[in-house]
C-alpha cells in the first residue's frame, strides 16, 4: 500500500507538504497542489483518516439524531442529509432518539464521544438536557424540524451557537383550514401532535388564522392531540367523532396521525371525503396509492437534510458566526380527500 513518502517522492515535494494538501492545514501553490493531486491519483494512495483527524482535529464526520426508524419523514431527510455530507467528504453517524428526552441525550452523548466534528438532531419535545449537554461541550449543532428556545434553557445569548432549520408550519396549515372551509365545511378540526413540539404549536396557531380567515369561530373541542403517533391519532380521531356535533372536516398534522386517524373513520364506518373530509401535513410516497388520494402539505424533506448539512459546515468554518433559523416552504398537492375533483398540479405555499 503506497505511502505519504511514496506520494512526496512522485510529486517531488516534502512528506509535510502531502499532508498540507490533503488535510487543508496550509495554502499550497496550485502547480504543487495539483502534483501532489497527481501522484495520489496515480499510486492509488488512501488517505489514513485516523492520522488525518489527529493532525486537523477533525474526523470529518456528522452525528445525526433523527426518528428515521419511525417517521417515513425524517428518512427522507436521512436520504438528504447522507448525500450532503457524502458530497462534501463526511461519513454518517446515526443514532434513533425515539422522541423520547433520555433515550434522545444518551444518543447524542454517544455520537459526542465517538468524536463527531457535529450533530444534527430532530428535538424532543423536552430538549432541556439535551441542550444543556450541548452547550456544555460547546457542540456545533443544528436543531432540524422543530426549532428550540436554546437562549431560554441556557440563560445565555452567547456561545455556542445553535443553528436551526425547519418547513414552514403555520401558514401551509391555515392554507388546508382556508381550502376546507371553502368547500362549505364549518365544524373543522384539527389532529396535532405532541405538545412541546414547536411544529405541534405552530400548526395549531396555523389552523386558528385558518378559521380567523374564513370567518369561523374556534372550538377548542375540535383540538385534539394525536402526540405524533398513528395510535395516539386514532384515540383522538375517535373523540372527535364522539362529539356531539362531530367536525365534518379533519386536518392532520404529520403522516403517522393521518394513518390513526384513517384508521378511527373506518372503525366508525365512515368514509373520506363522503363523510369527513380529510386533509394532511406531508406527502409520503404512498399518499396517491390510498382511494381517495390524500390532499396534504408536501415538506422538502431531501432539501432541510441537504441544507442543514451546510449550515453545520458553515458553522465549522466560523465557530463565531451569527447564529441562523432557516425556513423552507412547503407545497400544496391538490388531490380528492378533501372532497375536490382530481387537480395533479402542486404550487408553493410562501
Not at 506520494?7 to 497542489?33: C, D, K
Not at 378540526?189 to 413540539?197: E, H, Q, T, Y
Not at 380529510?278 to 422538502?300: G, I
Amino acid at each position: 500500500m503506497p505511502t505519504m513518502a511514496d506520494v512526496a517522492r512522485s510529486a517531488g515535494v516534502s512528506v509535510a507538504t502531502v499532508s498540507h494538501v490533503l488535510n487543508g492545514t496550509r495554502p499550497v501553490l496550485p502547480h504543487t497542489r495539483q502534483a501532489v493531486l497527481d501522484a495520489v491519483e496515480e499510486l492509488g494512495y488512501t488517505p489514513n483518516g485516523l492520522a488525518r483527524s489527529l493532525v486537523t482535529s477533525r474526523t470529518r464526520s456528522i452525528g445525526l439524531a433523527v426518528s428515521a426508524i419511525s417517521n417515513p419523514y425524517f428518512t427522507e431527510i436521512l436520504q438528504g442529509v447522507e448525500a450532503s455530507a457524502l458530497e462534501h467528504g463526511y461519513s454518517l453517524l446515526i443514532a434513533d432518539p425515539h422522541d423520547d428526552p433520555v433515550h434522545e441525550l444518551r444518543a447524542v452523548r454517544l455520537l459526542h464521544e465517538r468524536r463527531v466534528d457535529g450533530v444534527i438532531v430532530a428535538p424532543s419535545a423536552a430538549p432541556r438536557e439535551l441542550v444543556a449537554h450541548l452547550a456544555r461541550h460547546a457542540v456545533p449543532t443544528v436543531f432540524l424540524d422543530r426549532l428550540v428556545d436554546t437562549e431560554a434553557i441556557t440563560g445565555a445569548a452567547g456561545p455556542p451557537y445553535f443553528d436551526q432549520i425547519c418547513a414552514d408550519s403555520a401558514e401551509p396549515t391555515a392554507r388546508l383550514v382556508s381550502h376546507l372551509a371553502g368547500l362549505g365545511h364549518r365544524r373543522i378540526a384539527i389532529v396535532a401532535g405532541a405538545p412541546g413540539l414547536s411544529t405541534s404549536s405552530e400548526r395549531i396557531t396555523g389552523y386558528r388564522h385558518g378559521l380567523a380567515a374564513a370567518g369561523l369561530a374556534h372550538d377548542e373541542r375540535l383540538v385534539v392531540h394525536g402526540d405524533s403517533t398513528a395510535e395516539g391519532a386514532q384515540r383522538a380521531t375517535a373523540a372527535l367523532l364522539s362529539l356531539a356535533v362531530p367536525p365534518t372536516a379533519l386536518v392532520t398534522a404529520n403522516n403517522a396521525m393521518t394513518i390513526g386517524a384513517l384508521r378511527a373513520l373506518r372503525e366508525h364506518g365512515l368514509s373520506v371525503p363522503a363523510d369527513m373530509a380529510l386533509c394532511c401535513f406531508d406527502d409520503f410516497d404512498w399518499a396517491e396509492l390510498f382511494s381517495p388520494r390524500l390532499t396534504a402539505v408536501a415538506q422538502p424533506g431531501r432539501e432541510l437534510g441537504a441544507r442543514a448539512v451546510r449550515l453545520l459546515l458553515d458553522r465549522l468554518a466560523d465557530p463565531d458566526r451569527a447564529p441562523r433559523t432557516v425556513r423552507l416552504p412547503c407545497a400544496f398537492v391538490h388531490r380528492t380527500s378533501c372532497g375536490c375533483p382530481e387537480q395533479p398540479e402542486k404550487g408553493t405555499l410562501s
